[in-house]
């Protein structure tokens, strides 16, 4: 692997503060890319991307609300000034959890964020990319819930399946533009996110966290939570050369608990 594989190359992570976002920010950082980190926790995001820093790489961090279009513009706009037009976009700012019918239902906001928020990072970059002629990416990070149903996560399970659709609409239009659209379905990963879903099976079953743990790992064939640097891993994949004929494709990062 060359050490500076995205040399020069400017690409924007949203929800780059923890988990999975960090890790593909920190990841494309090492290879020479000018990472741009985007949240709502801006003193997160300034802390992980002084870190890069620190190691050498070339990092900023913009404030960003997915949920509405005028952030992410302005957000784009300053990041453009900064380190010039975009290579590539990852929009894996998401939000999860249950929701349930009634006056606290949460299943617009998990739209908004999981699927509009997409949807704006991704037309906002489309509009900021380099000329090319070299391929540029928008690649986004759904969840092997878009593939599988679980009761009482509607809102996470339509958001995350919307983002396929979403995918393979935009890399149908933009592939005339050499543009790459693909997207990553995550099982189980040792993030906040994961911790919190436990927490609730170990709430609901009434047995302790390990225990719940344990059981959500038992329908998993390789027995094991994925790492937040293997989804970046795979998205480092879907950047490089290696995958360039890769487009429209929703890629399953999940230990084998989904096989398509």
Same mark, same amino acid.
């Given at each position: 692997?060359?050490?500076?594989?995205?040399?020069?190359?400017?690409? +924007?992570? *949203?929800?780059?503060?923890?988990? &999975?976002? $960090?890790?593909?920010?920190? %990841? +494309?950082?090492?290879?020479?890319? +000018?990472?741009?980190?985007?949240?709502?926790?801006? =003193?997160?995001?300034? #802390?992980?991307? $002084?870190?890069?820093?620190?190691?050498?790489?070339?990092?900023?961090?913009?404030?960003?609300?997915?949920?509405?279009?005028?952030?992410?513009?302005?957000?784009?706009?300053?990041?453009?000034?900064?380190?010039?037009?975009?290579?590539?976009?990852?929009?894996?700012?998401?939000?999860?959890?249950?929701?349930?019918?009634?006056?606290?239902?949460?299943?617009?906001?998990?739209?908004?964020?999981? +699927?509009?928020?997409?949807?704006? *990072?991704?037309?906002?970059?489309?509009?900021?990319?380099?000329?090319?002629?070299? !391929?540029?990416?928008?690649?986004?990070?759904?969840?092997?819930?878009?593939?599988?149903?679980?009761?009482?996560?509607?809102?996470?399970?339509?958001?995350?399946?919307? &983002? /396929?659709?979403?995918?393979?609409?935009?890399? =149908?239009?933009?592939? !005339? #533009? @050499?543009?790459?659209? @693909?997207?990553?379905? !995550?099982?189980?990963?040792? *993030?906040?996110?994961?911790?919190?879903?436990?927490?609730?099976?170990?709430?609901?079953?009434?047995?302790?966290?390990?225990?719940? %743990? $344990?059981?959500?790992?038992?329908?998993?064939?390789?027995?094991?939570?994925? =790492?937040?640097?293997?989804?970046?891993?795979?998205?480092?994949? /879907?950047?490089?050369?290696?995958?360039?004929?890769?487009?429209?494709?929703?890629?399953?990062? @999940? @230990?084998?608990?989904?096989?398509?």
């Amino acid at each position: 692997m060359h050490a500076q594989a995205f040399h020069g190359r400017h690409l +924007l992570v *949203t929800g780059a503060g923890t988990g &999975i976002g $960090r890790a593909i920010a920190e %990841r +494309l950082a090492a290879e020479g890319a +000018l990472v741009t980190l985007c949240g709502r926790d801006l =003193a997160r995001l300034e #802390s992980v991307a $002084r870190a890069i820093r620190d190691g050498g790489g070339h990092a900023a961090a913009q404030s960003m609300d997915v949920r509405q279009l005028a952030s992410v513009e302005r957000a784009c706009d300053a990041a453009c000034a900064l380190f010039g037009a975009l290579h590539a976009a990852v929009a894996n700012a998401g939000v999860g959890g249950p929701n349930a019918p009634g006056a606290e239902d949460r299943f617009d906001d998990l739209v908004a964020t999981n +699927l509009a928020g997409t949807y704006h *990072t991704f037309r906002a970059a489309e509009r900021r990319l380099a000329p090319g002629p070299e !391929p540029r990416h928008l690649v986004a990070v759904s969840s092997i819930l878009a593939r599988i149903g679980v009761g009482g996560y509607s809102g996470y399970c339509a958001s995350k399946a919307g &983002i /396929l659709g979403l995918v393979r609409a935009l890399a =149908a239009e933009l592939a !005339p #533009s @050499n543009v790459q659209v @693909n997207a990553v379905c !995550p099982g189980w990963v040792d *993030t906040d996110m994961a911790r919190e879903g436990l927490e609730g099976m170990a709430r609901g079953m009434g047995v302790s966290f390990e225990e719940a %743990r $344990r059981v959500a790992m038992s329908a998993v064939p390789l027995g094991r939570m994925g =790492a937040p640097r293997e989804v970046a891993g795979v998205v480092r994949w /879907l950047l490089s050369d290696d995958a360039r004929g890769v487009t429209g494709q929703g890629v399953d990062a @999940n @230990n084998g608990a989904y096989m398509a």
